[in-house]
Each structure stands twice: as C-alpha cells, then as structure tokens.
Nanobody, 115 residues
Framework: QVHLAESGGGLVQPGGSLRLSCAASGSILSTDGMGWYRQAPGKQREVVARFTSRGDAFYRDSVKGRFTISRDNAKKAVYLEMNNLTPEDTAVYYC?????????WGQGTQVTVSS
C-alpha cells in the first residue's frame, strides 16, 4: 500500500508562485511513476506533470515553461514548482503514484490563483 500526503497549496495572486510537496509512505519504489494531477470545478481530473517509471518527465502543454516537477527518491517525495500562475491554474492538485497497474491518490491540496 502507498499513502500520499500533499502540502503547499494556498491562495496566490496571478503571476505568483507556489511549491507543492507530496510525501509518500509505504512500499513506494523509485521505479514507480509519480506525478501531479489537478481538477477544477466542473472539469475532469487532468495530468499536470508526472514522471514515468523510466524517470522521464511529462508536462501538459499549458504548464510547460512555468511548472517544474522534481523527485527525491531517498525521501520518497515529489514536488511541483509552479511559477507565473494564472487563474486557469486554480484547482485541487492531487499527488499520484502508479504501482503495479494501480493508481494511488492523495487527498488533494487547493490552489487558488486570484487577485
């Protein structure tokens, strides 16, 4: 079993920055995929950035150049550095781990971008 706990969300003005953290516990391996998804009100959950099992980083087009995903395998943690935030980035952000064909999810952290 894998347990994920996110932190770092909050309210930020347009153009601001936030750093999300996700701490994993349990049988997470460095080869397991990990990443970040988000869900805005009335919309489907979508991938934001993630690492594949090979360690390749993937970003959705709308965040390329603004968001950076990183991972610390020793700490079993994954991070999302978000810069130049816009109101369209407002959503609940979820940490995800993918292990043996199973998705594990954190409870989510709210990110609100508003002036």
């Amino acid at each position: 079993q894998v347990h994920l706990a996110e932190s770092g969300g909050g309210l930020v003005q347009p153009g601001g920055s936030l750093r999300l953290s996700c701490a994993a516990s349990g049988s997470i391996l460095s080869t397991d995929g990990m990443g970040w998804y988000r869900q805005a009100p009335g919309k489907q959950r979508e991938v934001v950035a993630r690492f594949t099992s090979r360690g390749d980083a993937f970003y959705r087009d709308s965040v390329k150049g603004r968001f950076t995903i990183s991972r610390d395998n020793a700490k079993k943690a994954v991070y999302l550095e978000m810069n130049n935030l816009t109101p369209e980035d407002t959503a609940v952000y979820y940490c995800n781990a993918f292990q043996e064909q199973t998705d594990f999810w954190g409870q989510g952290t709210q990110v609100t971008v508003s002036s």
